[in-house]
């Protein structure tokens, strides 16, 4: 049987499949018109067009990102309490850049004419103050599907995470009238408080619902006719997969989930490797995803946003920065250069791809300086064209008479330049010296430019995992299944804090037992793990501590405080002064894990070679000068083999820059370890 990973990233869609065993590779273009067809391409070719033999499909894509920042999701419709109809137009009194004189705030994905409002009311306790006038929501709605037919519609009431009793109302009404009409429930989508946030992610939930659904059901009609037999799994941006069926009416969690398949490869490589503390560098076409592991623990956040739009669902903590492969070089109004964040994407792709780019990509400045060779390209499966790079690289540098190779040595210290700024980001900005870390290096560029950024940041060991150019797609092969609930219930701690944190994670508990029954698992296979979100009481804030249930039912409130001052330590360097203290928030993460060791099939790569491997010779062009450099394909080099710097490491997904000074030393776990040796 065949356990298979598909990532759709912005240039290229990844492959990667265990069968019998041995782990195999394919990478195809990616097909933004429409992502299943690269999808539904690189199955047909990785599998020779039979794929009776695949059993689990587990899948990640920038679908729903995508279609949220090109604005290309369905007409949705927004319902509200009376009153509050403009919320999403209101937003938060928030300045990217607080000097600014004037600031536009992102554009809402429900514009004022598909708002609507419903007349009733529940309080912060979950009491009905006024009940639901069903004849003026019928009128309403009626006018509404008359006037704007929209697709779907976001329903989010004040204080629906109370209770949930009008919006379920509501919903029931509507699907007697239109049963064909998608409504999302901000009760089910995000049960917490903060009426923007919620608003925003409900509203972004029903957005991507026909979208997100449509892509799904193409997918699983191509898997039933060729596969029916297989299983397919959608990645999360919490860092789990979940049963497609479950995933059609979430598009809103697969946000980022490409990144966050990453991350997780990378938590489970440095297990292998023995590294406790690293940041991940995915840089692949169009940007680079960093995030910061602490511990052997991915960070993670309560909040992330896309286009400036706020997600509250939890998530893998990564920053992002508009520098890849595909990153053009372009020149100011004052005469800079500048690269990215606009991309050359899959079409046309950078100059050298011969697809008719006429903009210069960083994947063009490899080529001209000789990082990257021509012919060697996806292990020779494509070839790139040099005197294309070229031209662009010398039309970029006309106004200023640059020659194209100090154009593009200027290009990869202005890429590396923005990734060193993402990696201080969750870094030294957040109180952690980078020093103290290795760069995990992965995604197609990211091997590249790795070394260098550490040089940058005095960072002396950067790891390349296997098959770098598809170690996000790895990472959804070791995957765990994964379920965040959440559920905002201020409770204040006092001597009956024990008793209430219980009930209500035994209501949680109840829920995701049943969920995960439905997806054929037992209450044994899963794990908890309880969160709780806490304040000084009128804070606007929260700290997050991970609870001990058997510690809370022996120690009660005082264990609770404890755990308070001492998040309050972790994040202020103090202890929380004496104040009143209540819980905001209650999270409970379900997990089955999958224990499945496909790290351990990487070990030994098909055809890996003996230590000393022969090298071909060549010339590359390395700031500014021509410097000899020794050229390896990477399924050569046997265990423990070590090269020296100036080298190129190549294979089919990726190459690996060894910078003078530097050596790769070939691990036990089939990684590449560089270390600066100077």
């Excluded at 191509?222 to 297989?230: E, N, R």
Aim: glycine residues 10%.
């Amino acid at each position: 049987m065949v356990k298979m990973a598909i990532e759709v990233g912005g240039t290229f869609t990844d492959l990667i499949w265990i069968e019998d065993g041995v782990v195999h590779s394919h990478k195809v273009p990616s097909t933004p018109h429409d992502a299943s067809a690269g999808v539904i391409n690189g199955l047909g070719e990785a599998l020779k067009s039979d794929l009776t033999q695949l059993n689990e499909l587990f899948h990640g894509s920038t679908v729903a990102t995508n279609a949220v920042i090109e604005r290309k999701g369905c007409k949705a419709a927004l319902m509200t309490t009376a009153g509050f109809r403009d919320v999403l137009a209101l937003q938060r009194q928030l300045r990217p850049n607080v000097y600014a004189i004037a600031c536009r705030k992102p554009t809402p994905l429900v514009p004022p004419n598909l708002s609507i409002e419903a007349v009733e009311r529940i309080d912060h306790t979950g009491s009905i103050v006024q009940p639901l006038d069903e004849a003026a929501l019928i009128a309403t709605v009626d006018r509404l599907m008359e006037q704007e037919r929209p697709e779907a519609l976001a329903v989010c009431l004040l204080h629906a995470y109370r209770s949930a009793t009008h919006e379920t109302r509501i919903r029931d009404i509507i699907a007697a009238r239109y049963p064909d009409l998608p409504v999302v429930l901000s009760a089910e989508v995000l049960p917490t408080f903060r009426e923007y946030e919620r608003a925003s992610t409900t509203a972004m939930a029903a957005y991507l619902v026909p979208l997100v659904g449509r892509y799904l059901e193409r997918l699983e009609r191509h898997l039933t006719t060729g596969a029916p037999a297989c299983n397919l799994f959608v990645m999360q941006s919490s860092g789990g997969v979940l049963p497609s069926k479950v995933s059609r009416a979430r598009g809103v969690e697969m946000l980022n989930s490409g990144p966050a398949a990453g991350v997780i490869g990378a938590v489970r490589m440095a297990e292998v490797i023995g590294d406790r503390n690293v940041i991940t560098l995915d840089v692949g076409g169009t940007s680079s995803d960093i995030c910061l592991i602490s511990g052997g623990t991915a960070g993670m956040t309560t909040e992330t946003a896309v286009d400036g739009l706020p997600v509250g669902l939890p998530g893998i903590d990564i920053a992002n920065v508009g520098a890849g492969g595909g990153s053009l070089g372009w020149i100011d109004a004052g005469g800079m250069l500048q690269v990215g964040p606009r991309s050359a994407g899959a079409r046309p792709g950078p100059a050298c791809y011969g697809h008719g780019g006429a903009v210069p990509a960083l994947t063009d400045a490899l080529v001209e300086l000789g990082w990257i060779r021509p012919q060697r390209f996806l292990g020779g499966r494509m070839t790139l064209h040099p005197d294309r790079a070229r031209a662009a690289l010398r039309e970029l540098g006309a106004p200023t008479t640059t020659p194209p190779q100090a154009m593009a040595q200027a290009m990869i210290d202005i890429g590396v330049a923005h990734v060193s700024r993402g990696i201080r980001l969750v870094s030294v900005q957040r109180g952690h010296d980078p020093k103290d870390y290795a760069i995990y290096a992965f995604g197609g560029m990211g091997p590249m430019i790795g070394a260098l950024s550490a040089e940058e940041l005095k960072v002396r060991r950067v790891v390349v995992p296997p098959y770098p150019g598809l170690f996000s797609a790895l990472g959804l092969l070791v995957a765990d299944l994964k379920r965040v609930y959440r559920e905002t219930n201020l409770i204040p701690v006092t001597d009956t804090v024990a008793r209430d944190v219980a009930a209500a994670f035994a209501r949680m508990k109840d829920k995701a037992v049943v969920e995960f029954a439905g997806f054929g698992r037992r209450t044994d296979e899963i794990v908890f793990q309880h969160e709780l979100e806490m304040r000084f009481t009128g804070q606007g804030f929260e700290l997050v501590s991970v609870l001990d249930l058997e510690r809370l039912a022996t120690e009660g409130h005082a264990y609770v405080l404890d755990l308070f001052r001492a998040a309050h330590a972790a994040r202020y360097g103090t202890a929380a002064a004496s104040g009143k203290v209540e819980i905001v928030t209650l999270q409970l993460t379900s997990t089955v894990p999958t224990g499945n060791g496909v790290m351990g099939l990487l070990t030994r790569p098909p055809g890996q070679g003996e230590a000393g491997s022969r090298a071909d010779n060549g010339t590359i062009h390395y700031r500014g000068a021509s410097i000899d450099c020794r050229f390896f394909w990477r399924a050569d080099l046997g265990p423990q083999a070590t090269v020296a710097g100036p080298a190129i490491i190549e294979e089919p997904t990726a190459t690996t820059l060894v910078p003078p000074g530097w050596t790769a030393t070939v691990d036990a776990s089939g990684a590449l370890i560089l270390a600066d040796e100077r």
